[in-house]
Nanobody, 124 residues
Framework: QVQLVESGGGLVQAGGSLRLSCAASGRTFSDSVKGWFRQTPGKEREFVAAISWDSSMRYYEDSVKGRFTISRDNAMNMVYLQMNSLKPEDTAVYYC?????????????????WGQGTQVTVSS
């Protein structure tokens, strides 16, 4: 059974940092694209960042460029999201996801597996 489990969320003041982690189990995803999305109540899930299987390519949503960094450790079957200079508008539930192909990265329906999410709250 494939499982993705996020951790590292919490409450932080504006300007602070958090590091999200996503652990995969049930199979290895060393050849897969991994991504992070976020969602707030009443809104659609939105793309945040993605990383290719070998970490050679990274893609970010414009509002997080320069502040967030996605990385992965294939040996540990992990993906991370380092979030710096956090803003209140970054408050959301953050999800990790996995897909096979590096294309149309913003399309949620093209991701094969999802975690259950971790809450990030940034206070002003």
């Amino acid at each position: 059974q494939v499982q993705l489990v996020e951790s590292g969320g919490g409450l932080v003041q504006a300007g602070g940092s958090l590091r999200l982690s996503c652990a995969a189990s049930g199979r290895t995803f060393s050849d897969s694209v991994k991504g992070w999305f976020r969602q707030t109540p009443g809104k659609e899930r939105e793309f945040v960042a993605a990383i290719s299987w070998d970490s050679s390519m990274r893609y970010y949503e414009d509002s997080v460029k320069g502040r967030f960094t996605i990385s992965r450790d294939n040996a540990m079957n992990m993906v991370y999201l380092q979030m710096n200079s956090l803003k209140p508008e970054d408050t959301a539930v953050y999800y990790c996801a996995v897909r096979r192909v590096w294309s149309n990265l913003r399309r949620t329906y093209e991701y094969d597996y999802w975690g259950q999410g971790t809450q990030v709250t940034v206070s002003s």
